[in-house]
């Protein structure tokens, strides 16, 4: 019963990417670069960071939110891209399981 849902979702991005040919997938993973672009695995090319957005909860500050343990994205992180049209947008960092 619980994988109806999965199911459900595998089978509207299947279509999804059906319809949109060769557009990138809808969830992406990527890297923040040292000069801040991004490079995600469908599109290997670095995005400029004028050119992608950022989901304004992975640009937290810790110093102005002392409960919040996680540092906003940097150079170096892994990050979860979704793709909204041909438009990168990063929605958060992503850390090993072994953080948990």
């Not at 060769?22 to 290997?44: H, Q």
């Not at 937290?60 to 994205?73: L, S």
Request: proline share 8%; hydrophobic share 35%.
């Amino acid at each position: 019963m619980g994988n109806e849902g999965i199911n459900r979702l595998a089978r509207a991005l299947d279509g999804r990417s059906k319809e949109h040919g060769d557009k990138p997938a809808l969830l992406d993973f990527g890297e923040i670069r040292k000069d801040r672009s991004l490079v995600t695995n469908e599109f290997p090319c670095p995005i400029p960071q004028s050119d992608y957005m950022v989901c304004r909860l992975a640009t937290r500050n810790p110093q102005r939110d002392k409960q919040q343990e996680v540092t906003p994205i940097g150079p170096g992180d892994r990050v979860l891209v979704v793709w909204v049209g041909d438009d990168a947008v990063v929605i958060d960092r992503i850390l090993p399981a072994t953080v948990i």
